[in-house]
Every structure is written in structure tokens, then in C-alpha cells.
């Protein structure tokens, strides 16, 4: 299974009780799910503005972030 999270959906995610988002936290929590993730400016900033930086950093350490080099989608 593949998510996309984009920017618009911060607050939804970061809602533990909404449920848009259990099925997500499911396959985090207790499957093998893994967001992936590109470190650009723009995908730092967007996490920042949207108030994800605790959460993030919160994934990266529980290795439920899987981060892609900026220069692999310009392939």
C-alpha cells in the first residue's frame, strides 16, 4: 500500500481521533507502513508551516519514514 500525504492533509494526520486517518496510523502502527519522504526545502517548510515537525521527527526516530534523495523524482 502506498499514501500520499500532501500538505493539505497535516491536520487530519496529525488528529489522533479522526477517522480519514486510522486506517493510515493502522498500517504505521502495526503493519509495516512507511511514509515516504523527500528532504527539500519546500517539503521542510511545508511540514514546519503545517505544524508536522514534532510528528516527523517522531516517525524518523520509530523508522516509519522512509526518506528518497531530492534527486531521485528528477529521474
Sequence with gaps: MCVILDA???G???DPD??????VWNWL???SGKIV???TERMENECDD???KDLR??????HKIKLVSP???KK
Design 18 to 23: 479522526n477517522e480519514d486517518m486510522e486506517p
Design 8 to 10: 493539505d492533509a497535516f
Design 71 to 73: 534527486e531521485a523524482h
Design 57 to 62: 521527527d517522531i516517525l524518523r526516530r520509530n
Design 12 to 14: 487530519k494526520f496529525k
Design 29 to 31: 502502527e502495526n503493519k
Design 37 to 39: 519522504y523527500s528532504i
Design 50 to 52: 503545517g505544524g508536522m
